[in-house]
C-alpha cells in the first residue's frame, strides 16, 4: 500500500514521525533520494549525504513540518539535491595543508605558542565530553590521530561507511562547538 498524506490525519502522522509512516517513506522514497544525490556526489560522500536526508527526516519534528503535503517524493528528492550540493561547497571550502607545513605542525616545530597549545587541549576537553561515547573512538582516529577513513575502519572494525557517517556527525558537532565557544 503506497503513502497516503492526503489526508489531515496522514499528513499530521507524517509531521509528528509516526514510526510506521516514517518506515514507509523511508522504504518507499530511499530510491528517490539517493537518485537525487547521485546526480552530485558518488561512494560514501553519497551515502552520508541520503543518511542524512532521513536522519533529519526522523530527527526534525519543525524540517518534516516544512513539508506542504504535495508530492513528498519531489519534495525529498529537492532536499537531498540542495544537501548534496552543499556538500560539495562544504568540501570545496576545506584547504589542504601543503605536506611540509603538516609535518612541521604536526611535529611540534610551529610557532604556537605554550599558552594556545593549552587553549587548544582545554577545548579538546571540553569538546571530547560532548562527543557521544560510542563516537569517541571515531573522533580520536580521525581527527586527533589523523588516520584516513579505510585506515581508521580497518583499526576499530567499523564499515569504512559508518565511520564516513559518524565522522562526518563529529565534524558538524564541532563545528558548532567551536561557534559555541567563541561566542557571538
Known amino acids: 500500500m503506497a503513502l497516503d498524506l492526503s489526508g489531515a490525519p496522514g499528513l499530521e502522522a507524517f509531521y509528528r514521525g509516526d514510526r510506521t509512516v516514517m518506515e514507509q517513506c523511508y522504504r518507499e522514497h530511499f530510491d528517490d533520494v539517493d537518485r537525487a544525490v547521485a546526480r552530485t556526489l558518488q561512494g560514501a560522500d553519497r551515502e552520508n549525504v541520503v ?3 532521513f536522519y533529519r527526516l526522523l ?3 519543525a524540517f518534516r513540518r516544512s513539508f506542504d503535503g504535495a508530492m513528498l517524493g519531489a519534495w525529498l528528492a529537492r532536499v537531498a539535491s540542495n544537501m548534496a550540493i552543499d556538500a560539495v561547497r562544504r568540501a570545496g571550502r576545506e584547504v ?4 611540509d607545513e603538516a609535518n612541521r605542525l ?3 616545530r610551529g610557532s604556537v605558542r605554550f599558552e594556545e597549545q593549552a587553549e587548544a587541549r582545554e577545548w579538546l576537553r571540553k ?3 560532548r562527543v557521544p561515547p560510542k563516537w569517541l573512538p571515531v573522533f580520536e582516529a ?3 590521530e589523523r588516520l584516513d577513513q579505510r585506515t581508521a575502519a580497518a583499526r576499530l572494525g567499523l564499515a569504512r561507511t559508518t565511520l564516513a557517517y559518524q ?3 563529529l565534524k558538524w ?3 558548532r562547538f567551536v561557534l559555541e565557544e567563541r561566542g557571538p
Not at 589542504?96 to 605536506?99: E, G, T, W, Y
Request: aromatic share 12%.
Open 142 to 144: 580521525c581527527f586527533v
Open 173 to 175: 558537532l564541532l563545528e
Open 167 to 169: 565522522a562526518l556527525r
Open 96 to 99: 589542504a595543508l601543503p605536506p
Open 106 to 108: 604536526a611535529e611540534g
Open 127 to 129: 569538546f571530547r565530553e
Open 59 to 61: 530527527a526534525d519534528e
Open 51 to 53: 543518511y542524512e536526508v
